[in-house]
């Protein structure tokens, strides 16, 4: 089965500092890797994605994420965290299960990123 | 929050009670989404739809209704059968394809609540 996991509910940094938010998934085939985020009471914003190619994506507000088969997993970085990254972060894997492209998307249960200046 | 409108954005409800939560797109996307989110468990879908007049259940549908006769729209419909409706309703949409293409971009959530 497809699974994401986030094992951390909560990651503390200070504000310049690097930031790490790990993401580990379970797939079968070729995993399509996701992060959002989402500040209070809002939806979620798309951040970046992995398809295919290089292991390294750059997303939208300085983030990135490195993509790593051997270890299935898929964190999310950022070189020098804001006080405005604080927010809650997802990762999601999409389903491939079955046959045809759905679209469904599987969701870690995110964590939140606490930015203190 | 792009081109998907979710409204109310907060809605209260009566048990016993159906309410219908709206969400519109103007994105030309094939696909559309229900999720719920509860605290600390991540997003969970409801129903999904590929194409007008067809769509799909999701990993908890039940208590759920929904409707796809427009591309742009997909209401949701939460019954008085869904035991524990008290959430924040994410819609999503998407276009269907390959990997680049089909991002999800979601409205900005209704926030109900069971009185």
């Known amino acids: 089965a497809q699974s994401v996991a986030q094992p951390e509910d909560q990651v503390n940094v200070a504000e310049g500092n690097p930031l790490t938010v790990k993401c580990t998934y379970s797939?079968?085939?070729?995993?399509?890797l996701f992060w959002y985020v989402q500040y209070p009471n809002r939806g979620l914003q798309f951040l970046l994605k992995?398809?295919?190619?290089?292991?390294l994506v750059k997303g939208s507000y300085g983030f990135e994420a490195e993509f790593n088969k051997s270890q299935t997993s898929f964190h999310l970085k950022k070189p020098s965290a804001l006080v405005s990254d604080s927010a809650l972060y997802f990762c999601?894997?999409?389903?491939?299960?079955?046959?045809?492209?759905?679209?469904?998307?599987?969701f870690g249960q995110g964590t939140t990123l606490q930015v203190k200046p | 929050d792009g081109g998907i409108t979710q409204s109310p954005k907060y809605l209260f409800r009566k048990e016993g009670q159906n309410v219908t939560l709206s969400c519109e797109q103007n994105l030309n996307h094939d696909a559309m989404y229900w999720y719920r989110q509860d605290p600390g468990q991540g997003l969970r879908l409801i129903y999904y739809s590929q194409i007008v007049n067809d769509f799909q259940k999701g990993d908890i549908a039940e208590g759920y209704s929904v409707s796809r006769e427009k591309k742009e729209s997909f209401p949701l419909t939460v019954t008085s059968a869904q035991k524990n409706p008290t959430a924040f309703y994410l819609c999503a949409s998407s276009l269907l394809g390959a990997g680049e293409l089909d991002t999800q971009y979601f409205g900005p959530g209704t926030r109900l609540t069971v009185l």
């Open positions: 992995y398809i295919t190619g290089d292991n």
């Open positions: 999601a894997v999409r389903d491939s299960h079955g046959s045809g492209n759905t679209g469904k998307l599987i």
């Open positions: 797939v079968s085939g070729n995993p399509y």
